[in-house]
């Protein structure tokens, strides 16, 4: 199976973010939560904002906080990153190197990896030092030679931004602008696409896109308030952090989101 962890927002140590939220130590939760599932997860894919400032004192900080996973453990940028000091920090990190080939593509972060059955497809959604994204016509170029490669082998294709609307207003103004058209159209030529996995929105969404299901999943720190009044005011709160397992099971997807966090003991029915 994988496991999906999202917006962590790591600050420096001795730091809270908004000098409120621990982000680290949310974290480290979310860690050791996934690192006691049984059986193991195949790996654990971060997407995006994995830290809060983009600098390497924070790069370092979420390193430490991600050795215990089991596995491999992949990395992908969100609008808080900064990718050149993630390659600097996480130099072991293959996935976080530019493709080959072209040129247009070197500052982007774009991998394919294999676990449990699924082939995992990383899309970079990031505008340097722009909280919204877009998808270029050199990546949409680039997700289409890959999926055109191997279009019977099941993907999950993960995102930063999402490429839908959700109705959360001031998220929805620093969502994905470019390129969700194009993606969509895209992704209903290649129906091997199982699941569009995406972070940004701190809360579990999901809707149909391009023939497929696209999902956002919970931040392992603060979420971002369900309001979809059209003059909702940007907030968040702490509601119940979370993750996402994704299991090949009997040749389909199946997604879940897990709450973080003591909700008493397990009773038996």
């Given amino acids: ?37 049984q ?42 990153d900064d990718a050149a000091v993630m390659r600097q920090v996480f130099t072991d990190h293959d996935e976080l190197q530019p493709p080959d080939g072209d040129p247009a593509l070197a500052g982007h972060v774009l991998w394919v990896r294999r676990t449990a059955g699924l082939r995992v497809v990383a899309l970079d959604t990031v505008v340097p030092r722009a909280a919204h994204g877009r998808l270029c016509g050199a990546r949409l170029a680039w997700l289409g030679r890959t999926l055109d490669a191997e279009p019977g082998t099941p993907t999950v294709l993960a995102m930063h931004h999402p490429p839908f609307t959700t109705g959360i207003g001031h998220m929805d103004a620093i969502g994905l602008r470019e390129g969700a058209p194009e993606l969509a159209a ?5 129906p091997q696409v199982e699941r569009v996995i995406c972070g940004h929105l701190h809360r579990p969404i999901t809707r149909r896109f391009g023939g497929t299901l696209a999902m956002t999943v919970p931040s392992t720190a603060h979420q971002i308030v369900m309001d979809l009044a059209p003059d909702a005011p940007p907030a968040w709160r702490m509601e119940p952090p979370g993750y996402a397992v994704h299991a090949w099971l009997g040749g389909a997807l199946v997604s879940h989101v897990v709450a973080l966090g003591d909700h008493g003991p397990v009773g038996l029915y």
């Fill in 186 to 190: 895209l992704l209903q030529r290649h």
């Fill in 39 to 80: 059986p193991a997860p195949a790996a654990v894919v971060l997407t995006g904002d994995l830290v809060d400032r983009g600098t390497a004192e924070e790069y370092e900080h979420l390193r430490a906080l991600l050795a215990p996973l089991p596995g491999p453990v992949w990395l992908m940028p969100g609008n808080h």
């Fill in 1 to 37: 199976m994988l496991v999906q962890l999202s917006d962590p927002h790591i600050v420096a140590p001795g730091r809270r973010l908004l000098d409120r939220v621990d982000t680290p130590a949310l974290l480290a939760q979310a860690v050791a939560a996934v690192a006691a599932l």
